[in-house]
Nanobody
Protein backbone atom coordinates (compact mmCIF):
# COMPACT_ATOMS: atom_id res chain seq x y z
CA UNK A 1 0.00 0.00 0.00
CA UNK A 2 1.32 3.42 -0.94
CA UNK A 3 1.74 5.81 1.96
CA UNK A 4 1.95 9.54 1.28
CA UNK A 5 3.49 12.17 3.55
CA UNK A 6 2.95 15.91 3.15
CA UNK A 7 5.61 18.46 4.06
CA UNK A 8 6.79 22.00 3.30
CA UNK A 9 4.17 24.13 4.97
CA UNK A 10 4.91 27.18 7.06
CA UNK A 11 4.15 30.81 7.79
CA UNK A 12 4.55 33.24 4.93
CA UNK A 13 3.55 36.83 4.26
CA UNK A 14 0.97 37.67 1.60
CA UNK A 15 2.62 37.58 -1.79
CA UNK A 16 5.15 35.03 -0.63
CA UNK A 17 5.83 31.51 -1.85
CA UNK A 18 5.95 28.00 -0.45
CA UNK A 19 6.65 24.62 -1.99
CA UNK A 20 4.80 21.61 -0.65
CA UNK A 21 5.90 18.03 -1.17
CA UNK A 22 3.81 14.88 -1.25
CA UNK A 23 6.26 12.03 -0.88
CA UNK A 24 5.88 8.31 -1.24
CA UNK A 25 7.80 6.02 1.06
CA UNK A 26 7.03 2.97 -1.01
CA UNK A 27 8.21 3.88 -4.49
CA UNK A 28 7.33 5.80 -7.59
CA UNK A 29 3.96 7.41 -8.09
CA UNK A 30 3.95 7.41 -11.85
CA UNK A 31 1.11 4.88 -12.12
CA UNK A 32 -1.21 7.10 -10.12
CA UNK A 33 -3.11 10.34 -10.33
CA UNK A 34 -2.38 12.53 -7.31
CA UNK A 35 -4.45 15.34 -5.88
CA UNK A 36 -3.75 18.16 -3.48
CA UNK A 37 -6.51 19.25 -1.12
CA UNK A 38 -6.85 21.85 1.59
CA UNK A 39 -9.06 22.52 4.55
CA UNK A 40 -9.32 25.88 6.23
CA UNK A 41 -10.67 26.20 9.78
CA UNK A 42 -14.44 25.98 9.78
CA UNK A 43 -14.61 25.14 6.09
CA UNK A 44 -15.11 22.03 4.02
CA UNK A 45 -12.11 20.31 2.51
CA UNK A 46 -11.61 21.28 -1.14
CA UNK A 47 -9.61 19.86 -3.98
CA UNK A 48 -7.00 22.30 -5.22
CA UNK A 49 -5.06 20.62 -7.98
CA UNK A 50 -4.36 17.24 -9.50
CA UNK A 51 -1.91 15.63 -11.85
CA UNK A 52 -2.28 12.60 -14.07
CA UNK A 53 0.82 10.67 -15.09
CA UNK A 54 -1.31 8.84 -17.64
CA UNK A 55 -1.81 11.82 -19.91
CA UNK A 56 0.70 14.18 -18.30
CA UNK A 57 -1.81 16.93 -17.70
CA UNK A 58 -2.78 18.97 -14.68
CA UNK A 59 -5.86 20.69 -13.29
CA UNK A 60 -6.30 23.64 -10.95
CA UNK A 61 -9.31 25.21 -9.32
CA UNK A 62 -9.91 28.78 -10.45
CA UNK A 63 -8.82 30.41 -7.21
CA UNK A 64 -5.25 29.07 -7.53
CA UNK A 65 -4.86 29.00 -11.31
CA UNK A 66 -1.82 30.97 -12.37
CA UNK A 67 -0.39 30.96 -8.84
CA UNK A 68 0.03 27.25 -8.04
CA UNK A 69 1.94 24.68 -10.08
CA UNK A 70 1.75 20.93 -9.57
CA UNK A 71 4.55 18.72 -10.80
CA UNK A 72 6.53 15.62 -9.98
CA UNK A 73 10.15 14.98 -9.16
CA UNK A 74 12.24 13.28 -11.82
CA UNK A 75 12.07 9.97 -9.99
CA UNK A 76 8.31 10.36 -9.60
CA UNK A 77 8.57 9.62 -5.88
CA UNK A 78 7.05 12.97 -4.89
CA UNK A 79 4.45 15.37 -6.20
CA UNK A 80 5.25 19.03 -5.65
CA UNK A 81 2.85 21.92 -5.23
CA UNK A 82 4.61 25.20 -5.84
CA UNK A 83 2.56 28.07 -4.46
CA UNK A 84 3.31 31.66 -5.43
CA UNK A 85 1.65 34.98 -4.67
CA UNK A 86 0.02 33.46 -1.63
CA UNK A 87 -3.05 35.11 -0.17
CA UNK A 88 -4.53 34.98 3.33
CA UNK A 89 -7.39 32.88 1.93
CA UNK A 90 -4.86 30.17 1.04
CA UNK A 91 -4.38 29.55 4.75
CA UNK A 92 -5.30 25.92 5.39
CA UNK A 93 -3.99 22.48 6.13
CA UNK A 94 -2.92 20.93 2.85
CA UNK A 95 -3.24 17.23 2.12
CA UNK A 96 -2.39 15.00 -0.79
CA UNK A 97 -4.09 11.79 -1.82
CA UNK A 98 -3.93 9.12 -4.47
CA UNK A 99 -6.91 9.59 -6.76
CA UNK A 100 -6.50 6.32 -8.61
CA UNK A 101 -4.36 4.34 -10.98
CA UNK A 102 -4.21 4.98 -14.69
CA UNK A 103 -6.64 7.90 -14.63
CA UNK A 104 -6.81 10.61 -17.23
CA UNK A 105 -6.80 14.20 -16.00
CA UNK A 106 -10.55 14.41 -16.52
CA UNK A 107 -11.09 11.29 -14.44
CA UNK A 108 -8.66 12.49 -11.80
CA UNK A 109 -10.49 15.79 -11.55
CA UNK A 110 -13.80 14.02 -11.03
CA UNK A 111 -12.29 11.76 -8.41
CA UNK A 112 -10.76 14.76 -6.66
CA UNK A 113 -14.17 16.38 -6.29
CA UNK A 114 -15.61 13.11 -4.98
CA UNK A 115 -12.83 12.75 -2.43
CA UNK A 116 -13.45 16.23 -1.04
CA UNK A 117 -16.31 14.86 1.02
CA UNK A 118 -16.06 11.09 0.61
CA UNK A 119 -12.47 10.15 1.44
CA UNK A 120 -12.00 9.27 5.10
CA UNK A 121 -8.35 8.27 5.19
CA UNK A 122 -6.26 11.44 5.23
CA UNK A 123 -2.68 11.96 6.31
CA UNK A 124 -1.54 14.55 8.83
CA UNK A 125 -1.25 17.25 6.21
CA UNK A 126 0.98 20.30 6.32
CA UNK A 127 -0.11 23.69 7.64
CA UNK A 128 0.12 26.75 5.44
CA UNK A 129 -0.47 30.10 7.08
CA UNK A 130 -0.46 33.31 5.05
CA UNK A 131 -0.40 36.33 7.31
CA UNK A 132 1.38 39.62 7.76
Amino acid sequence: QVHLVESGGGLVQPGGSLTLSCSSSTGALNHFAIGWFRQAPGKEREGVSCISFTDGRTYYIDSVKGRFTISATNAKTAVILEMNNLKPEDTATYYCAILGMGLSTAQAMGRMFEFQSQLDDWGQGTQVTVSS
